[in-house]
């Protein structure tokens, strides 16, 4: 007995808990995914649609990045608001078509579309480095994070985490994001897009123009998810095809249904308990490699999924009644 | 502004016509819609007078909602033209269609559910700038007073059809009748000149049908509105309706005004029987 008491599994390394690099680690994937799943919300919560290929626009604008500057030799600040525009001609390229589907057809048109561009990605190594991605394109990055860093000594701080800049950017760009689309939430425009989500005929029968306000929806999920691309190449500070597989899609969707549908707060929220949950496994005293601790992350965020569903399906932000009136 | 009209007026037609002698609001001729091999729509021709109410009817399977859904641009036409207001529509968008004042309601009710009463009524309001993205970003201004006006408007209407307690409410929680009601009044805010309902009576109990046809009286009278309702109950039909067409096997078999439509032998044969 007293043998195995030391190993038992329940004990929480406090240390590695409390260490700030951590929690800025976690953050940066929190807020990525926070900007990541605000295009999905806008998609699946306000118009209807459902876009499964989230992760393609990601991938899109971290390359069209990527490329702009190791290639092109633009300026990073430069490439991004093209990568972005890059990324939003492609989410029309794919909505023109797709979007005339039906809601199960676009799901799959959109991660087939998805998929066909990771692979192009692995293969067209010429462009995309292949397997061995790009990297070098954050040089502009390291100069902004630096100054934040010396400001954050200059304050106080000796010492600061050396990604903390990120952290910090990336949330304060995940908040403006979200007060801008909960404003536009309220606008006419918005509560288009809601009537095309209850019914498209109906809204097409009161004079809404149902497709233009779908291929917006999207072309703005697309410049989310390049945004959210961005980020992650900064915090990855490489690209390769492996960061944008169609499971990050899905993992939006965990996120997506933790913080309940409708509601752009619900996203950050949504996307901070999912990471914390998820990466916070790994600072349990548990007797198994790191490979079973990857397979236990699954199994626990399907307890908590399944756990959502049966006591609080509307997620944590969502409106009980909302659902109960959705078809 | 027609308040002050002494009589029903058309506002789109220079002098004002007696109740069934209007010019044609719309006109359809020869309109074709097929399913695989079955043509619904087999070269329906008719025409609705402006300022009429009149009445579609027809055994099931006539053809009456296919053709609704063809001349509303919900379903590609397979030949025919139609216009309203001399514009062909046929073929146009659904949307399009709305726009040009010409608003349809459905046969079991699209009540935007999780959207409140009063979002429902102030979506279907024209005009609004604030509809755009570019607007919204660069005029909200004038997206803010069109929406103070819109709102007004809607306010209004609500107090019309007795739905205004009700505007906070979540339209997903109306009963059949009041979305029925809500469906109209909704389309009302689009501004239509006219207006086709799809069995507009089906399923609400007798009080507020009759209600309702008192509010088509009304809005022909006030505003000029033209109508076209698909219709079962003869008794309605007939009391209510200026004008009749008569559909069967995707044609039109007869129009005229009921007293006539009501004799005539085709229309007998194929849909009113002996009982009529």
């Known amino acids: 007995m007293t043998e195995l008491l030391p190993t038992l599994p329940l004990a929480i390394d406090l240390e590695a808990f409390a260490s700030l690099g951590f929690w800025t680690g976690v953050g940066i994937l929190a807020g990525t995914y926070t900007i990541f799943a605000l295009g999905l919300q806008i998609n699946v919560g306000f118009t209807g649609i459902f876009n499964f290929g989230q992760a393609g626009f990601m991938a899109i604008g971290a390359y069209s990045m990527a490329i702009l500057v190791t290639d092109a030799e633009l300026s990073f600040w430069l490439a991004l608001p093209i990568a972005i525009l890059i990324t939003i001609a492609f989410g029309l390229l794919i909505g023109l078509p797709a979007l005339r589907l039906r809601t199960d057809y676009l799901a799959i048109a959109t991660i087939a579309a998805a998929e066909a561009l990771r692979l192009f990605a692995l293969n067209a190594r010429d462009l995309t480095g292949g397997a061995q991605g790009i990297f070098g394109f954050d040089n502009d990055w390291d100069d902004v994070s630096d100054s934040i860093l010396s400001g954050l000594e200059s304050l106080g701080w000796t010492n600061p985490e050396t990604l903390f800049p990120l952290f910090l950017v990336v949330w304060g760009v995940a908040i403006v994001l979200i007060i801008a689309l909960t404003a536009l939430q309220k606008t006419p425009w918005g509560r288009v897009l809601r009537a095309v989500r209850e019914d498209e005929?109906?809204?097409?029968?009161?004079?809404?123009?149902?497709?233009?306000?779908?291929?917006?929806?999207?072309?703005?999920?697309a410049a989310l998810g390049a945004?959210?691309?961005?980020?992650?190449?900064?915090?990855?500070?490489?690209?390769?095809?492996?960061?944008?597989?169609?499971?990050?899609?899905?993992?939006?969707y965990a996120v997506l249904v933790l913080g309940g549908l409708a509601s752009y707060w619900g996203v950050a929220v949504g996307s901070i308990v999912f990471w914390t949950l998820f990466e916070g496994l790994r600072f349990l005293e548990l007797p198994f490699d790191e490979v079973q601790i990857r397979a236990l992350q699954f199994i626990v965020l399907g307890l908590v999924l399944i756990l959502l569903m049966a006591f609080r399906p509307q997620g944590m932000f969502g409106k009980r009644q909302e659902m109960v009136l959705g078809d | 502004m027609t308040e002050a009209a002494p009589q029903p007026v058309a506002t789109a037609s220079p002098e004002p016509p007696s109740?069934?002698?209007?010019?044609?609001?719309?006109a359809a001729e020869d309109v074709v819609k097929r399913f695989g091999g079955i043509r619904a729509v087999n070269g329906a021709t008719m025409s609705v007078r402006e300022g009429s109410i009149t009445a579609l009817i027809g055994p099931n399977g006539a053809g009456k909602t296919t053709f609704f859904n063809v001349i509303t641009g919900f379903y590609r036409p397979d030949g025919g033209r139609a216009t309203f207001q001399d514009k062909p529509v046929l073929g146009r968008p659904p949307y399009a269609i709305a726009r040009l004042g010409m608003v349809r309601t459905f046969q079991i009710t699209k009540a935007l559910r999780r959207m409140s009463v009063i979002d429902n009524m102030m979506l279907a309001a024209p005009d609004q700038p604030g509809e755009r993205l570019g607007n919204v970003v660069f005029r909200p201004r004038a997206s803010r007073r069109r929406e103070r006006a819109v709102r007004e408007r809607a306010i209004e209407l609500l107090e019309v059809f007795n739905l205004t307690k009700l505007a906070e409410d979540y339209a997903g929680t109306l009963s059949g009748g009041q979305r029925k009601l809500l469906e109209l009044s909704r389309a009302l805010m689009a501004r239509p000149r006219f207006l086709l309902l799809d069995e507009p009576m089906a399923g609400i109990n007798p009080t507020l049908g009759r209600r309702l046809l008192d509010h088509m009286q009304r809005l022909r009278a006030e505003e000029g509105v033209t109508f076209l309702f698909v219709e079962h109950d003869m008794e309605v039909v007939m009391n209510h309706s200026d004008r009749v067409v008569v559909m069967a096997e995707g044609r039109v078999i007869a129009q005229g005004e009921p007293h006539e439509v009501r004799r005539d032998q085709a229309v007998i044969d194929a849909y009113l029987g002996a009982t009529a």
Do not use: C
């Not at chain 1, 005929?201 to 999920?221: E, M, P, T, V």
């Open chain 2, 19 to 26: 109740e069934t002698n209007g010019r044609p609001i719309f």
């Open chain 1, 201 to 221: 005929d109906a809204a097409r029968a009161l004079g809404k123009n149902a497709f233009a306000y779908k291929l917006q929806s999207l072309a703005i999920a």
């Open chain 1, 227 to 252: 945004i959210a691309g961005f980020f992650l190449a900064l915090n990855l500070r490489f690209i390769i095809p492996d960061e944008f597989l169609p499971i990050f899609t899905f993992l939006g």
